[in-house]
Structures are given as structure tokens and as C-alpha cells.
């Protein structure tokens, strides 16, 4: 959400184009802010004025333009098209080579990817997130690798980012030790400053939501019932939201993928839209906000829809909204979208603990860098996850990963009939679509199915052991 020192920025920005609407610099200005402020198509609008203008620099505006329809409108092609314009005009500016090839690799185009990692590294040696990243897509790389041997070079430099891929590495080449080492370097680093955890305070916060909307559905004339039956949505293949959430690296982002390689849906991505309008109503990342009235929650409803078409998606498809913390938001979610459908993704919590140590999330997840508290946050989800199911048994399906890996077609179809849909056979070859793909797993989701990442905690055992005692014994966190 804009803060109001951006929309004031922006606000000055515009009444200097209406005095100056000639400046090429002005003009770029305002597609800046309006960028930071959310006005996305308006950005662009003014970014291509800027260039029209005879902008000095003018790869820097088509880069920008390139971001704003990768990270915020989900449209790769247009994206890929600018940052092509840009390299024409200077093939050595070093945003658009980094962007083509952080595009490949969420595309999966591993080659891609290597070039340009390579090319951005030769025009800045010292950046060792970039080798970091190159280093990540180097699968077929050995220990004595040359670039492997710099990244743990960088890595005692301690750039969390570069000890978080280096541990991505060393456990890919079977280092375990030395990938614990650098997770625990990472997740130290990121601690500091963080403070304490409040675990008990956050489980207040939700318990107290789910508590305080037990009747909304009858109260607003939104039941289940009314909405849904045991065969699925009235609406069928129309206009249906399905949110896949449940705690991080549960598996949600394969979930996504394969419901992409379905014909009747199409994925959002981790949509911002929740977040931005949890905060409209006071709250944060795990702590929902103030439950919306009736003509509140129409407005928002038509707002998400607004949302969903200005990504170009097709509004009355199937569409995925894959965001792990909309798990904490369900009451408001569920209140504003009458049809929407939940999956919530669980997986061994071991393994969980041991993917979310060695991932580094945005800074309002503060207990990921810590073993007890990570432990903590995942009994929560599922204690929130066991609420949502009996509550809204109709609309909430809780997802297995496990399961899921070990007969993946006997679990698809039964996810796919509780949808009120076919199966189709394609979902099983996920792996060869070349969508977007922004999050942690983006090179795992372009492999077939496989057990690899089953009981991966046992790689770790003595660690874990050694912060958890006999509690890695037990099923549950």
C-alpha cells in the first residue's frame, strides 16, 4: 500500500507535468512515483510519454517498464519485449541484463538465465548476489567448480542472500554440514534487530478473528449453503477464486503449477492484492484486520475482480491465488468472495522447518530464522488450518504434500472432484509449461514429480536434534 509521503511525491510529480508537460524528465519522474504508488497502467502510460519525449537514458524508463509487467501485472511477453528495446539501445545496462535473465529463470529457461547471469557478472564482478544467483542455476556444477569455489568466497562476506544460495548449493552437492553452516550464518545475520517473536500474541490475534466470525455467513445471507453445494460451485467453471494457502514451503507453489497445466484455470501468482487490503483494514502479514460490513465487502469483492482483469486474466475462468499467508485471512476472504474455494498445503513439519530455515522471507516473518519459533509458527497454521476445515467444511480442503508425491493422480482427482471438476492428465506434466513462476521454488517446479525432498529433514537430524531434543520424534510440531 502507498504510504502518503508516496502519494504526495506523486501528487508533486503530476502538477510538474501539468507546468512542464514537454520535460522528458518530468514526465519520467511521474511514472516513477506513480510505479511506487500503485498506479501501474498510468506508470507505463507515462513512461512511454517520457521516452516519446526524447528521454536521455531511455533504456532506463524501458527497463522500468519491463518490471512494472513482470513483477506487478504478470505479463512476461510485454516484459520480455522492453528489456529487449533496452539491450538494443545499450546492451550493457546492467538492469536489463539482470532482469532477462531473472525473467528466464521464473520462465524456466535455464539457458537463457546462464548467459545472462554471466553476461551481468562480467559487467560487475564484485556483485555477489549475482554469482549467487548464477551459481543457483548451475545444476550440473561440481565442487570444483570455479564459480561454486567463488560463491564461498562471497559467502564470507555474509550477504544473508549469498549464504542462503550457497546453502542451496552445498546441500545439492550433498555438503550437509556446510549447508547447515551457511543457514544458520544467514538466519543469524537476518536475527539481528529483529527482536522477539510473538507467537502467543499472533495465535491471539487469529483465534480471536475466527471466534468473532462464526456467524458472519448467516448473519450477511452469504451461508454456505446458499453459495455452494456438495458438488461444487453454482458457477461451475465460472469466475471461481481458488486460494491455495497453508504455512510456508508446504508445497503450494507445485500445487499452483499443476492446476495451471489444467484447462479451466489460470494463476495470479502471490497476488498483492490481500495484503494491500488487509492493511486498509488495519492489520498485517498475520494479523487480520477489522472484518469488512456487507457494502464494504462488495466493494472489495469488485476491486479483487478489477485486480484480477488488469492482470490479463480471463475473469471467468478458474483463477489461483497462491498466497501462504492468506491462510491468516480467511475469515475477510471468505466473507467477500462467496464462491472462492481454499486449499490449505501441509507437509511434514520437519521438513517444513528445515525449507523455511534455509529460505529468507520478507522480515514481517521474523520467526523463520529461528528453529523453536519456526516449529512454533507451523503448529499455529495448523491449528488455524483444523478451525478453517471444521468451520467451513465445503470450502476449505486441506492438501496433503506428501500424499500428493506419493500417488499424485489418485490425489489430483480427488481434489478435482470436490472442485466439481475433470480430471485432466496434463496436470501430471506441470513441469514443461514455461509460465512465471516468482518464489523459492522456482527451478523445483520445473522437474516431474519426485520423492527427493521427502524426509529431508534427515539430512539435518544431528542439528535438529541438537536444537529440538526428542521433539523430531514426534508427528507434530
Known amino acids: 500500500m502507498a504510504t502518503q509521503d508516496v ?8 502538477s510538474e507535468v501539468d507546468s512542464r508537460p514537454s520535460d522528458a524528465t518530468a514526465v ?4 516513477w512515483w506513480g510505479a511506487k504508488a500503485g498506479h501501474f497502467t498510468d506508470a507505463i502510460a507515462a513512461y512511454e510519454q517520457s521516452i516519446a519525449l526524447g528521454l536521455m537514458g531511455a533504456e532506463e524508463a524501458m527497463s522500468n517498464i519491463a518490471s512494472i509487467y513482470s513483477e506487478r501485472l504478470g505479463d512476461v511477453a510485454a516484459a520480455r519485449q522492453w528489456l529487449a ?19 528466464a529463470e521464473q520462465c524456466g529457461d535455464r539457458a537463457i538465465a546462464l548467459e545472462f547471469f554471466e553476461r551481468a557478472l562480467a559487467l ?46 552445498e546441500e545439492r552437492l550433498g555438503n550437509f554440514d556446510a549447508a547447515w553452516k551457511a543457514m544458520a550464518a544467514a538466519n543469524d545475520r537476518d536475527a539481528q534487530g529483529l527482536g522477539t517473536w510473538p507467537t502467543a500474541k499472533v495465535r491471539e490475534l487469529n483465534l480471536r478473528a475466527l471466534a468473532d466470525g462464526s456467524g458472519w455467513d448467516a448473519h450477511d445471507g452469504l451461508s454456505t449453503s446458499a453459495v455452494l453445494t456438495d458438488n461444487g460451485p453454482e458457477a461451475a467453471s465460472q469466475g471461481v477464486p481458488l486460494f491455495i494457502v497453508g504455512m510456508f514451503r508446504t508445497g503450494s507453489t507445485l500445487l499452483e503449477q499443476i ?21 486498509k483494514l ?42 501462504p499467508d492468506n491462510l491468516f485471512h480467511l475469515p475477510l476472504i471468505l466473507r467477500t468472495l462467496p464462491q472462492a474455494r481454499v486449499v490449505i498445503t501441509q507437509r511434514d513439519w520437519r ?5 523455511v530455515y534455509g529460505t529468507r522471507l520478507h522480515g514481517q516473518h521474523a520467526y523463520a530464522t529461528d528453529i523453536s519459533k519456526i516449529a512454533e509458527q507451523i503448529a499455529l497454521c495448523n491449528e488455524i488450518a483444523a478451525i478453517c476445515a471444521e468451520k ?63 524426509a529431508r529433514w534427515r539430512q539435518y537430524e544431528p542439528q535438529l536434534r541438537a536444537a529440538l531434543g526428542d521433539k523430531v520424534d514426534s508427528p507434530e510440531p
Open 85 to 103: 528495446q533496452a539491450l538494443q539501445r545499450n546492451d550493457r545496462y546492467f538492469p536489463a541484463v539482470f532482469n532477462t535473465a531473472h525473467i
Open 7 to 14: 502519494i504526495q511525491a506523486y501528487q508533486r510529480a503530476k
Open 259 to 279: 492446476l495451471s497445466a489444467h484447462s479451466a484455470f489460470m494463476p495470479l501468482g502471490e497476488s498483492e492484492f490481500w495484503p494491500r487490503t488487509v492493511a
Open 392 to 454: 467451513w467444511p465445503n470450502r476449505i480442503y486441506i492438501q496433503s504434500y506428501e500424499n500428493l508425491i506419493g500417488n499424485p493422480e489418485d490425489q489430483l482427482k480427488r481434489l478435482f472432484k470436490w472442485l466439481g471438476l475433470s480430471w485432466e492428465p496434463s496436470c501430471l506434466d506441470f513441469h514443461l509449461q514455461r509460465n512465471s513462476v516468482r518464489t523459492a521454488s522456482v527451478w523445483q517446479v520445473r522437474e516431474p514429480l519426485n520423492n527427493r525432498r521427502l
Open 28 to 31: 519520467f519522474n511521474l511514472a
Open 124 to 169: 560487475q564482478p564484485a556483485d555477489d548476489y549475482v554469482l549467487a544467483r548464477l551459481c543457483e542455476a548451475l545444476l550440473e556444477a561440481g565442487d570444483d567448480h570455479p564459480r561454486i569455489i567463488a560463491l564461498r568466497r562471497a559467502a564470507t562476506r555474509g550477504d544473508p542472500d549469498v549464504l542462503f544460495a550457497l546453502a542451496r548449493v
Open 282 to 323: 488495519g492489520g498485517s502479514m498475520l494479523a487480520p484486520g477489522q472484518l469488512p460490513d456487507a457494502a464494504l465487502a462488495m466493494t472489495i469483492k469488485s476491486q479483487f475482480w478489477r485486480h484480477v482483469a488488469d492482470r490479463g486474466i480471463d475473469v471467468q475462468r478458474w483463477v489461483t491465488d497462491k498466497r
Open 351 to 355: 521438513d517444513t522447518l528445515v525449507s
